[in-house]
């Protein structure tokens, strides 16, 4: 199982990013894949999420901003994020639980991860 996550980068206040996440050695059709984040001196935290069946889930600080999405042809799940704010700031990760759930998009619920990918939203 590997993810592999890209995207990231420096951006000002408002800009637009959009990262994506490969996976590889299992079918991510019918896995969970979900966003999380790390900020400096904070815990991971749950950013978005998106099912088998393509149902979504956003952390509140974050919905109407970032807009998860699968693409089952490429093997890749993408996390567009708008009208980005200095306190979007982190290291993002992608992760999947493989075969259980991953409904609320819980850090304990999620059992691979993928390298992170800087995001730096500054002027």
């Known amino acids: 199982v590997q993810l592999q996550a890209s995207g990231g980068g420096l951006v000002q206040p408002g800009g637009s990013l959009r990262l994506s996440c490969a996976a590889s050695?299992?079918?991510?059709?019918?896995?969970?894949i979900g966003w999380f984040r790390q900020a400096p001196g904070k815990e991971r935290e749950g950013v978005s999420c998106?099912?088998?069946?393509?149902?979504?889930e956003y952390a509140d600080s974050v919905k109407g901003r970032f807009t998860i999405s699968r693409d089952n042809a490429k093997n890749t799940v993408y996390l567009q994020m708008n009208s980005l704010k200095p306190e979007d700031t982190a290291v993002y990760y992608c992760?999947?639980?493989?075969?259980?759930?991953?409904?609320?998009?819980?850090?304990?619920?999620?059992?691979?991860w993928g390298q992170g990918t800087l995001v730096t939203v500054s002027s």
């Open positions: 992760a999947t639980p493989l075969y259980g759930s991953g409904s609320g998009c819980y850090v304990s619920r999620y059992d691979y």
């Open positions: 050695g299992f079918d991510p059709d019918y896995s969970y």
């Open positions: 998106i099912s088998n069946t393509a149902s979504t």
